[in-house]
């Protein structure tokens, strides 16, 4: 079995900021596995389903960023959930807007969410897609991940969405490796490569 989690802030005020990357993304995986993220529990939203013959549970905390451990252990113990099949979508202000970056297992870098997982589970080894919001360029960093992207921004991160889908999705087929291959593009001057 899997728990793939989506990081983000609830309510509406944070819906479409770039901190809810994670969330957003996972809404694209709920829709193309056909799960519904609406049962409440385990201080978050969750829903369950299977794909690939995988039993996979989605989860979004509803602890707020700075607490989102509290959730995802519930959920890992109740499940009884294996860490290294724990799948982690959020954002990432170290890339560009719309660019991935895939890893089996690492530190949580300056993200609060990945902090607090790290810091619940005790352990760091476990998949995680990081979505690339962008940078600040040295202006207010909370004021930065809690805005709304542009609309150009958008539409790059509706495809970064679906590619993180995508990469959730081979990681359950067992193609870590491929995914990681397929997504973490280089950029030169900008411009994704392949």
């Known amino acids: 079995m899997f ?5 983000g802030n609830p309510g509406l005020l944070y819906k479409r900021t770039r901190h809810n990357a994670g969330f957003q ?11 519904k993220v609406s049962k409440r529990g385990f201080s978050g939203e969750y829903g369950e389903g299977s794909y690939n013959g995988e039993r996979v549970v989605l989860v979004k905390p509803t602890t707020y960023m700075n607490l989102s451990g509290d959730c995802i252990q ?29 890893r ?16 619940t589970l005790g352990k760091d080894n476990f998949p995680r897609v990081r979505i690339g919001v962008g940078g600040h ?21 509706a495809s970064a969405f679906a590619d993180a889908a995508k ?3 081979m990681i359950i087929e067992g193609k870590l490796p491929q995914a990681q291959a397929e997504f973490n593009k280089r950029h030169i001057g900008g411009t994704k490569t392949e």
Do not use: W
């Open 25 to 35: 993304a996972l809404d694209v995986l709920a829709q193309e596995l056909c799960i």
């Open 74 to 102: 519930a959920v890992m113990h109740f499940y009884k959930c294996p860490i290294e099949n724990l799948i982690v979508l959020y954002d990432d202000i170290d890339l560009p807007v719309g660019y991935l970056r895939i």
């Open 3 to 7: 728990v793939v989690a989506g990081l």
């Open 137 to 157: 360029n040295g202006g207010d960093l909370r004021k930065h991940v809690l805005g709304k992207p542009s609309k150009d921004d958008q539409s790059q991160l």
């Open 167 to 169: 990469a959730v999705r």
């Open 104 to 119: 089996d297992k690492g530190s949580a870098g300056t993200h609060n969410g990945m902090r607090s997982i790290i810091g």
